[in-house]
């Protein structure tokens, strides 16, 4: 299915969305059936928090990713629960802001440190903002429960696909790879060489570890490895074949379709190209003209003519193409202490708002706090607008089924769609997904006994806590995006500048890391723009509307342009990759320069 020449529509998440009403409805029916109805809704907490982390990743990721976050809400949950026993209201304020602190001083570390960080924070509120008789250990353990039934609905499948992910990550570049090929010589050239970029980055994250495990190469998982191996080296031969800038006949274009369906023939290769019907691309004397004349078509069908046509003689041996993608940190410490600091600060003065409006059960506004606060996540403007309209939306749901009916199985029944909305959310936009956590937590804090109609309150609250969140970021970190956007840019140029100096003397193994670690870091720059772009700034600073941003993104598209001059070069295209063009394009890629 595709909206436009290659561009794919993503796939509804239908298997996730069942996953997600069932981790979420479970619990709720064992508890209304046993009377522990309680323990349930905690458990149906941890299950709502899973929900939004269960990804599409590999299941090891999956599984890590759920356990790290897991246990950093049933510590939020234990601090703020203890916090709240103790009685004094100011006990419940230093928890909510020592876990903000600390929060905020890992979030930005990475993608797993900032997904603990959050529920870290978001456990503390939950525990510190809602009474729950009973022994002490029972919230931290029930949340842990529900948690553990989405990690064992995630998990589940690897019994029996198990590396299904890897191969549809990999088969994915090589779609990508073919579409770049159909559009080279259109304007669409340099977009769908960033979606094979993008691919490539995927199938490298999936990939993971196995790319150093080869102890068992003719494993399942060891064709995918030698299929990402040559993906990594179609990608180069490809990058050549779209600089050179001509359009190339469909038995060209539907090599890598067809090296796919060889190389991984128990993956589904039927569905993903008619390549057996087409001819093989000529090696040999015989030849035509294109081949002849293009020195990256002939590199294609070397390419293919090893890693399908002799693969038995590649499969002994490893190729060492399949590098690590290296590792930039989102911000420096003075960045990770202002943002902790920051977030502190609109915690407190959300508790501060949460006790003045509503006493002890206003947990909501540093909950959205937390929610919303998170630069790495996307710009914050727009979190905050889609998190207002997502909650809008959802207390108009949620409060159009209770208007209709209060009956428990009806609400649970409600819960489970709502529930299955979110998964679906997660993998496509942030307003869907707080829609449904909106209307879920509508029913789970009603199911505590806080039976008062807050739907407007709600919305207020929501609104006052992205107030408070854009007024502090903008007032005191207006320029936290561009610095992101030049830090990145400037270690992406870098990278580039490394592979067009070392690749001509480098080995292969060598070759191939330099053009990953270039074309990698100018597509997180790119984002990282694109991210500046979305956040307006100071006038006269380097805001999301600072001139410099236009600036950094022809630098990366020309960088971007260099690496493709280059790696032509590498496959043999010297008629079309001399020596002064590559230096011009070196001069436009340098900043100010």
């Known amino acids: 299915m595709k909206a436009s020449r290659g561009a794919p529509l993503t796939p509804v998440p239908l298997a996730a969305a069942a996953r997600g009403a069932v981790a979420l409805a479970v619990p709720l029916l064992v508890g209304v059936r046993t009377g522990a109805v309680i323990p349930a809704v905690i458990a149906g907490i941890g299950a709502l928090w899973g929900v939004s982390q269960d990804g599409p990743d590999p299941y090891r990721l999956r599984v890590r990713r759920l356990g790290c976050m897991g246990g950093s809400a049933a510590l939020g949950l234990l601090a703020g629960e203890l916090a709240l026993r103790c009685g004094p209201p100011a006990a419940v304020t230093v928890c909510l802001g020592a876990t903000a602190l600390l929060a905020g001083a890992v979030s930005l570390r990475g993608r797993l440190a900032s997904v603990s960080g959050m529920h870290l924070l978001l ?34 499948p690897w019994l029996w696909r198990r590396h299904a992910i890897e191969r549809a990550a990999v088969v994915a570049v090589y779609r990508a790879a073919s579409e770049a090929l159909s559009a080279a010589g259109s304007p669409e050239a340099e977009a769908a060489r960033r979606r094979l970029t993008a691919a490539l980055d995927d199938a490298h994250q999936v990939m993971g570890r196995h790319l150093t495990d080869r102890d068992r190469p003719r494993t399942e998982l060891g064709a995918v490895r030698e299929a990402f191996d040559a993906a990594v080296r179609l990608g180069e031969v490809t990058s050549a074949l779209v600089w050179e800038g001509r359009p190339l006949p469909r038995r060209v274009t539907d090599v890598p379709l067809l090296m796919a369906a060889r190389l991984l023939p128990d993956g589904g290769a039927a569905s993903v190209s008619p390549a057996a019907d087409l001819p093989e691309p000529a090696t040999g004397p015989g030849a035509d003209s294109c081949d002849t004349v293009s020195p990256g078509v002939r590199a294609l069908s070397e390419l293919y003519a090893e890693s399908v046509l002799h693969a038995e003689s590649v499969r002994g041996r490893p190729s060492g193409v399949a590098v690590r993608l290296p590792a930039y940190p989102w911000h420096g410490r003075a960045a990770q202490a202002r943002y902790a600091a920051l977030l502190t600060v609109c915690v407190l003065v959300a508790q501060l708002c949460a006790v ?46 209770t208007l209709l009916t209060t009956d428990t199985l009806v609400l649970i029944g409600a819960v489970a769609a709502f529930g299955a909305l979110m998964a679906v959310g997660v993998r496509h936009h942030y307003a869907l997904a707080t829609t449904g956590l909106t209307a879920v937590v509508f029913v789970l804090v009603d199911m505590l006994g806080d039976h008062r109609a ?29 610095g992101r956007a030049a830090a990145q840019t400037e270690a992406a140029l870098a990278a580039a500048h490394r592979y067009r100096d070392l690749a001509a003397d480098a080995t292969p193994t060598q ?16 984002r990282a723009v694109a991210h500046a772009h979305g956040e307006p700034g100071r006038p006269g ?19 971007e342009r260099l690496c493709d001059a280059v790696s032509a070069r590498n496959v043999g295209a010297r008629r079309a990759a001399a020596a002064l063009p590559v230096r011009r394009c070196t001069g436009a890629c340098a900043m100010g320069g």
């Open 356 to 401: 003045l409006l509503h006493g002890p059960r206003g947990y909501w506004l540093p909950m959205t706090v937390a929610f919303v606060y998170k630069p790495d996540f996307g710009p914050v403007p727009r979190r905050a607008l889609h998190r207002c309209a997502g909650t809008v939306v959802g207390v108009a749901a949620i409060g159009t089924v």
């Open 454 to 482: 807050l739907y407007s309150a709600r919305i207020l609250d929501t609104a006052l806590a992205a107030a408070i969140v854009l007024v502090a970021h903008f007032a005191l970190w207006p320029d936290s995006a561009a």
């Open 123 to 156: 456990g503390a509120t939950v525990g510190s903002g809602i009474p729950v008789p009973g022994p002490w250990w029972q919230p931290p353990l029930a949340l842990l429960a529900g948690v553990a039934l989405v990690v064992v609905l995630s998990a589940t």
């Open 541 to 559: 600073r380097m805001g999301g509307r600072d001139r410099r941003l236009p600036d950094q993104a022809d630098a990366i598209a020309s960088a």
């Open 511 to 526: 070759r191939h890391a330099l053009r990953r670690s270039a074309y990698h870091r100018l597509a997180e720059a790119r």
